[in-house]
């Protein structure tokens, strides 16, 4: 089972940055084989903005957001971060992080539809605006 935890959200003005965590919690030494962001403005459908593949330290950015946000994993605080810099009032959004069961072959499906994904964080709100 995974537990995922986001924090960081908050209130910054547009051309700032903010940094959230996403605290993922396995049981013994398992490991998701992804671990994606997806944010979700209000009347809007939820996206991806961000993806590690755990199992081969690889990430992947939709275009609207590569360049300005970056993907990392912290093995000893055991968390998956995303690092927002040039935020614009269209990043305000819930922000999730979620995480894809691993398998036994190399490619373990998709990582970036919501559908797809096994487990889920509550959010942490982010809220850009002057």
């Known amino acids: 089972q995974v537990h995922l935890m986001e924090s960081g959200g908050g209130s910054v003005q547009p051309g700032g940055s903010l940094t959230l965590s996403c605290t993922v919690s396995?049981?013994?030494?398992?490991?998701?084989?992804?671990v994606s962001w997806f944010r979700q403005a209000s009347g809007k459908e939820r996206e991806r903005v961000a993806t590690?593949?755990?199992?081969?330290?690889?990430?992947y950015y939709p275009d609207s957001v590569k360049g300005r946000f970056t993907i990392s994993r912290d093995n000893s605080k055991k968390t998956v971060d995303l690092l927002m810099n040039s935020l614009l009032t269209e990043d305000t959004a819930m922000y999730y992080c979620?995480?894809?069961?691993?398998?036994?072959?190399?490619?373990?499906?998709?990582?970036?539809?919501?559908?797809?994904?096994?487990?889920w964080g509550e959010g942490t709100l982010v809220t850009i605006s002057s």
């Open positions: 979620a995480a894809r069961q691993s398998c036994t072959s190399g490619d373990c499906g998709r990582c970036d539809l919501p559908g797809g994904m096994h487990f």
């Open positions: 396995t049981s013994s030494s398992y490991t998701p084989y992804c």
């Open positions: 590690f593949y755990l199992r081969y330290n690889t990430t």
